[in-house]
């Protein structure tokens, strides 16, 4: 099992060490790589879109050609899991994009995005989640987090908080607003690997 985590910027290491972490405690076999230019996609059972800045993001992976290996791997089945920004990322629609200006989304989740939901950096809280399908109080960190303002009919949402759906999934791909990378709660790991 080969998952490549993208690691143009954001909260990369993070992931690599959730993901050695939950590989080791379900006893199996992987392999986690460092993606950061184009040709290394099509080789992974599945991929992580971290955290960070998604209008970086967006503009270096299309820059790198890595944003259509991802689109296709998406479209092929291979599981890919959002988190915060990598969430942006799936989206087909963000409201920063409506505004314009704003580099194209890789559009593989049909669910609609507002950047930014719960105010700035210092608004950032923990909250404990219930998660459909992974458990009850999952410590949830929200920094700078968008929300999913609507899901297409493919989608089901897993978690709320107030009106906004943090957390959701469609077939191959989860999305979280959140930071399950940043805390040493690894069920949302799990899950993702058990997607594989
Ligand atoms: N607010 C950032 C964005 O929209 C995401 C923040 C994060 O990934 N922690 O790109």
């Keep these: ?98 505004e314009g200006a704003e580099p194209h989304l890789l559009g593989a989740m049909d669910i609609e995005v507002k950047r930014n939901a719960f105010g700035r950096q210092c608004d950032s809280f923990e909250v404990p989640l219930d998660v459909a399908g992974v458990g009850d109080a999952f410590p949830a960190v929200f920094i700078r987090a968008p929300a999913i303002v609507q899901c297409g009919r493919a989608v089901s949402p897993l978690a709320r908080v107030g009106e906004y759906v943090v957390a959701a999934q469609e077939g191959n791909m989860l999305a979280l607003a959140f930071h399950p990378e940043i805390t040493s709660d690894m069920r949302l790991h799990h899950y993702f690997v058990e997607m594989i």
């Design 1 to 98: 099992m080969l998952i490549g985590v993208i690691a143009i910027q954001g909260n990369v290491a993070e992931h690599v060490n959730a993901l050695e972490r939950t590989i080791s405690e379900r006893n199996c076999h992987g392999t986690i790589t460092r993606i950061k230019h184009s040709g290394l996609v099509p080789d992974c059972d599945a991929i992580v879109l971290p955290g960070g800045e998604s209008t970086t993001l967006a503009r270096l992976m299309w820059r790198e050609g890595i944003a259509t290996e991802i689109q296709c791997a998406a479209e092929s089945g291979v599981p890919v899991l959002g988190t915060c920004a990598g969430l942006v990322l799936l989206a087909v629609r963000s409201d920063a994009q409506r």
